[in-house]
Each structure stands twice: as structure tokens, then as C-alpha cells.
């Protein structure tokens, strides 16, 4: 059963559903331990009601992004994490972050990447007249958002729709893709190669697997 750890900033709704995935049996896996660079917020309180342990890294207690990066790996290490996983963690990681736990480090980002990487996605979209908006499960590389994805889930965005509507709408489909893809990974179905994700050995469009299936599952 691999050790997962959860990195988080807010409230963990994404880490509830794992959480979840994981009590059922869903993901093969258990989170170890969940971390915060923020204390006081609600996704610690989820994760110690599902009894895991919590630990918080004032990100402000450090003097660079490099001395915390080091002492979140050391704690991250601790556990023997076998996947790393951003569920949103308000942090830019540092590379040597990122290396360290390469091919085991997954981020889900609110936007069908490479549209819209950064901060504001869901305004962005509106903004652009788009009509459709969604959210990206991937690989974490030093590029901000800009790993190979693995998964992707569409949304409508309607003429009269203001950014909470399509939030709302998007953080649904991250519930159900998300567990989807810690679990194909805790089955050792999913590898990051080089700068390709590969399901089963197969290596993955740009848009992750069964981009033009909407069911995605």
C-alpha cells in the first residue's frame, strides 16, 4: 500500500476526496500525512478527523523558498512517501523540489492546460468567451502548470455564468478525477518518462487520457 502526502494551503476539498478514495478502497493507497505552509485551515481539520497526522511549515518562519523547500522534503521524506500530491498548495516549488520527487509529484490545476496556467483561470475563460473551462490533473515540473497532463474534465460555461459558478462547477469534476488518477498511480499504472505521462505503458496525448471521451472514466 503506498504512503501518500497531501500538500495543502485552504480548506482540501480535493484532499477530502482522496481521503475518501482512499477509506473505500478506491485508491490503494493511505495518506501518511498531510502538510500545510498555512496553519489554522480547514483541511488540517479534515485530515485529523480522518485520522491523519498534520503538520504545519509557516512558509514565513523560513528565510528563501530554498531553506523551505528543504525542510518540507525532510518532512515530506520522513514519511516514505511514495506520491506527493498538490492539492492546492499555494506554493512555486523550487526545481530541486521538483526533482527530488520527480515521476511521484501530481498537481490538479483549474483550467484544460496549457490554457490559462497561473492564478484566475476561471475569470480568464469568461473573459475569453470561451464555452468550455475544466481542470487538468499532471505532472509537476519546474515549468509552472506545466507538466504533462494525465487527466482532464470539461464544464460548460454558460453567457450568464460569474466565476463562482464556473468554480463550482469545476471543483466537482476535480472530486472525481483526482482519486481517479492517485489511484491508477498507486497501481503502478502511471509513469512520468522524460517529458511524457504514460497509462500502461502507452504514452498519453497532450490533454491526458481520453481527451475526446467526456466521460473520462
Not at 72 to 90: K, T
Not at 116 to 131: E, K, S, V
Not at 142 to 161: C, R, T
Amino acid at each position: 500500500m503506498k504512503s501518500i502526502v497531501v500538500l495543502i494551503s485552504g480548506s482540501g476539498s480535493n484532499l477530502q476526496a482522496i481521503l475518501d478514495a482512499c477509506k473505500t478502497g478506491f485508491i490503494a493507497g493511505r495518506v501518511s500525512a498531510v502538510i500545510s505552509n498555512k496553519a489554522g485551515v480547514y483541511g488540517l481539520e479534515r485530515a485529523a478527523a480522518a485520522g491523519v497526522k498534520t503538520l504545519v511549515l509557516d512558509h514565513k518562519a523560513y528565510a528563501d523558498r530554498t531553506s523551505y523547500d528543504k525542510a518540507l522534503m525532510a518532512a515530506i521524506d520522513a514519511e516514505q512517501a511514495d506520491l506527493v500530491v498538490l492539492a492546492g498548495f499555494m506554493r512555486i516549488l523550487t526545481p530541486e523540489f521538483v526533482s527530488h520527487y520527480q515521476g511521484r509529484l501530481l498537481n490538479i490545476h483549474p483550467s484544460l492546460l496549457p490554457k490559462y496556467q497561473g492564478l484566475n483561470t476561471h475569470q480568464r475563460a469568461i473573459d475569453a468567451g470561451d464555452t468550455e473551462h475544466g481542470c487538468s490533473v499532471h505532472f509537476v515540473t519546474a515549468e509552472l502548470d506545466g507538466g504533462p497532463v494525465v487527466l482532464q474534465a470539461k464544464v460548460p460555461v454558460f453567457s450568464d455564468d460569474d466565476a463562482a459558478a464556473v468554480a463550482a462547477r469545476v471543483h466537482e469534476q476535480e472530486h472525481r478525477i483526482y482519486p481517479l488518477v492517485v489511484r491508477w498511480f498507486c497501481q503502478d499504472r502511471l509513469q512520468h518518462l522524460a517529458d511524457k505521462a504514460l497509462l500502461d505503458g502507452q504514452i498519453l496525448s497532450a490533454h491526458g487520457y481520453a481527451d475526446d471521451d467526456d466521460d473520462n472514466e
